[in-house]
């Protein structure tokens, strides 16, 4: 068992990078890039280029989901003391609901409008992600470990879901209208744009979610009167500092050139 589990955690490493690398070309490098092609340039180029990498991003995302979902199995409920001391029944529940969570998130991206990262959106998938963390830590009552990981799969999984079911279809639609020389649909460049910024945002706080079995003193230190919901607290500490990180970088990659 300890040889598969060993062996789903450098896979689920493997293709996490896979996957976020990719997200990261496309954001940081790619997005500035085609913007400078010409447009007979942009019909040869584009049908080449993307769809080589986001065969990669995409099933990089399934990969990292099945490898992430084998590990919460392994890591969680084979070993039910990573859970937590005070961890109730519920404990078993609460790990496949970012699924379900996604499609309230789905409708809001959708009728709150101006896309995830609008600030009505973030303010509702704020209140969404603290209802979720307020489920796992006062209900399930999960330890800080467990807590954290749980924020990065509601995290990682609404990304896969943005990515399987908004991004890669749009990118099918938009790369063969590139391809046959059309404009591509405005909706689709705006909803493929929207969800790859926003996983873009939520994949930096994601990476300290994940790890932070190895940075036990950043989640499970006691902030003065905060005592055992301080894992709770330094959760949204996380996320703020990580939307923070990403803000930075998409500013810096903004004011890069070619020569
Ligand atoms: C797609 C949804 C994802 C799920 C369901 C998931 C689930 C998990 C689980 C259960 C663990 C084990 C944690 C533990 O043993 O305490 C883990 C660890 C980890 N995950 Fe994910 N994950 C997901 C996405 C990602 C992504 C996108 C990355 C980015 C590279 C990532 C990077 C990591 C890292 C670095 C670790 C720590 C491994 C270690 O320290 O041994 N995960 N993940």
Same mark, same amino acid.
């Given at each position: ?14 293709? @996490?990078?896979?996957?976020? %690398? ?12 085609? %913007? ?47 859970? %937590? ?29 101006? =896309? ?20 796992? $830590? ?5 330890? @800080? ?47 493929? %744009? ?19 079995? $190895? ?8 902030? =003065?009167?905060? @005592? ?25 990659? =903004?004011?890069?050139? @070619?020569?």
């Amino acid at each position: 068992m300890s040889l598969v589990e060993n062996l789903s955690r450098w896979m689920h490493l493997l293709f @996490g990078i896979l996957w976020i %690398g990719h997200l990261y070309y496309f954001n940081f490098v790619q997005a500035g890039f085609e %913007g400078k092609l010409a447009a007979d340039m942009k019909k040869s180029v584009i049908p080449e280029n993307r769809p080589r990498a986001l065969f990669w991003f995409r099933w990089g995302a399934m990969w990292t989901f099945v490898t992430g979902i084998l590990l919460v199995g392994f890591n969680y409920h084979m070993n039910r003391a990573n859970l %937590g001391p005070d961890a109730t029944g519920m404990a078993m529940g609460v790990f496949l609901f970012p699924l379900f969570i996604y499609f309230l998130y789905d409708i809001v991206a959708k009728k709150v409008g101006g =896309g995830p990262m609008s600030m009505p959106s973030l303010a509702v998938n704020l209140v969404l992600f603290a209802g979720y963390m307020a489920l796992c $830590h006062f209900a399930a009552k999960l330890g @800080g470990r467990a807590l954290w990981i749980h924020a990065g799969m509601a995290f990682g999984i609404t990304m896969m879901m943005n990515v399987w079911m908004r991004i890669w279809p749009a990118q099918r639609r938009i790369i063969t209208a590139i391809k046959e020389g059309n404009a591509p649909d405005q909706a689709d460049v705006a909803l493929a %744009g929207a969800r790859s910024r926003h996983n873009t945002y939520m994949s930096v706080p994601l990476l300290m979610y994940m790890f932070a079995q $190895h940075s036990d003193g950043f989640y499970n230190a006691a902030i =003065g009167a905060l @005592g055992n919901h301080s894992p709770l607290v330094m959760v949204f500490v996380t996320a703020a500092l990580g939307f923070f990180f990403a803000n930075l970088l998409y500013k810096k990659a =903004g004011q890069l050139s @070619g020569f």
